[in-house]
T-cell receptor, first 110, second 113 residues
């Protein structure tokens, strides 16, 4: 079993819909949680960064961390075609090594 | 701040050849990381540097792989005697000390024929 499991997708949603992305993990020592967006043939771009449990909002993006359930989520409100990309969850227990999910590819249809 | 720069963007090589990639981190970022990403998977940690010191190497990094960061600035990743299984995107990232916010470059896509 992988340390980080991510809903595989792909997801296809109409413009304006809410996108929900999820990851589960097995390592209870993880304390830093991130979401990255990756466009084709590009490196991952940091979207959201949270420490420990709770919610964090940044514009149309909301990240949720539930450490008791070992579950993290990313919500994208009012999705746009430009949000079409692969979304990667990542987490770490220390300050140098990230464990990534396999990614969920999202397509927002105009 | 021009971001993390990687060179080349693409590399095609024949099995058995040696290849070298370069990474220029964001200036004043003390930490530099190498990750590898294969199609349909998330990046996997290979190694990282704190200034010029290489502090950890993943077991994914066989003896054919070597990374350096002379003077704590740019870094190089060399793969000797490449194999088809080495085909992947090699990503470099940097971060300030004691900060988990890794900033990635666009990667070097390696194809071993």
């Amino acid at each position: 079993q992988k340390e980080v499991e991510q809903d595989p997708g792909p997801l296809s949603v109409p413009e304006g819909a809410i996108v929900s992305l999820n990851c589960t993990y097995s390592n209870s020592a993880f304390q830093y949680f991130m979401w990255y967006r990756q466009y084709s043939r590009k490196g991952p771009e940091l979207l959201m960064y949270t420490y420990s449990s709770g919610n964090k909002e940044d514009g149309r993006f909301t990240a949720q961390v539930d450490k008791s359930s070992k579950y993290i989520s990313l919500f994208i409100r009012d999705s746009q075609p430009s949000d079409s990309a692969t979304y990667l969850c990542a987490m770490s227990e220390d300050d140098y090594k990230l464990s990534f999910g396999a990614g969920t590819t999202v397509t927002v249809r105009a | 701040d021009t971001g993390v720069s990687q060179d080349p963007r693409h590399k095609i090589t024949k099995r058995g050849q040696n290849v070298t990639f370069r990474c220029d981190p964001i200036s004043e970022h003390n930490r530099l990381y190498w990750y590898r990403q294969t199609l349909g998977q998330g990046p996997e940690f290979l190694t990282y540097f704190q200034n010029e010191a290489q502090l950890e190497k993943s077991r994914l990094l066989s003896d054919r792989f070597s990374a350096e960061r002379p003077k704590g600035s740019f870094s190089t990743l060399e793969i000797q005697r490449t194999e088809q299984g080495d085909s992947a995107m090699y990503l470099c990232a940097s971060s300030p000390t004691l900060n988990e916010k890794l900033f990635f470059g666009s990667g070097t896509q390696l194809s071993v024929l």
